[in-house]
């Protein structure tokens, strides 16, 4: 897959991980690791990134005696899910535009 493209899917796939409920490093792996795998050297520079993009929001809570940093989304990010939403759309059409061309060719 294309770096750029797959760079773009990996922050729609954290932030989508992190909608429901806020979220941690440990769960957002495990949570899109379905879909794409992720270290966690890939997963927090996205995570910096997104927060400095103003899409989510860090707090951190005790846990089992240490410290865990939580993601929450914001407007920002929800605005950003569903411009995708929207986005994906389109990259649908040329899809199947290009699947179409392919076997009128055959």
Known sequence: M???MKRGLLDIL???AIKGED???YKI???IKPYMTISESTLYPILRRL????CLTVRSAEHNGRLRKYYHLTDAGKKKLQDF???WKEIMEIYEYVVREGKDNE
């Open 51 to 54: 927060e400095e993009a103003g």
């Open 29 to 31: 792996i495990k949570d």
């Open 23 to 25: 979220s941690y490093g």
């Open 2 to 4: 294309d770096t750029q």
């Open 14 to 16: 954290v932030l989508a």
């Open 85 to 87: 939403a929207e986005e």
